[in-house]
Nanobody, 125 residues
Framework: QVQLVESGGGLVQAGGSLRLSCAAS????????MGWFRQAPGKEREFVAS????????KYADSVKGRFTISRDNAKNTVYLQMNSLKAEDTAVYYC??????????????????WGQGTQVTVSS
């Protein structure tokens, strides 16, 4: 089992920044590709960003490309999501995700093995 705990969400004005963190425990963190997903009210959960086990492969949703940065620190068992130039449409619950075994990058919910509990991000316009 892998336990994931997100932090760093909150309320921010449009144009502002937030940094989300996800601390992992339970199994060897560096064995898992990691990702961030989000779910806005009334919408399906969607992919935001993903990073491979070593950090050498990174992918972003088109909607956040150039504004968000995903990174990981395997020594600290933590994955981060730096969010800049936030927009009202970024408002959602953000979920940290650990991929199922053998997945190189996790970009769909079907490839997620473990979910965090989520952290709310609200961007006021």
């Amino acid at each position: 089992q892998v336990q994931l705990v997100e932090s760093g969400g909150g309320l921010v004005q449009a144009g502002g920044s937030l940094r989300l963190s996800c601390a992992a425990s339970g199994r060897t963190f560096s064995n898992y590709a990691m990702g961030w997903f989000r779910q806005a009210p009334g919408k399906e959960r969607e992919f935001v960003a993903s990073i491979s086990k070593s950090g050498s492969i990174i992918k972003y949703a088109d909607s956040v490309k150039g504004r968000f940065t995903i990174s990981r620190d395997n020594a600290k068992n933590t994955v981060y999501l730096q969010m800049n130039s936030l927009k009202a449409e970024d408002t959602a619950v953000y979920y940290c995700a650990a991929a199922r075994d053998t997945i190189v990058v996790v970009t769909t919910s079907s490839n997620v093995g473990y979910w965090g509990q989520g952290t709310q991000v609200t961007v006021s316009s």
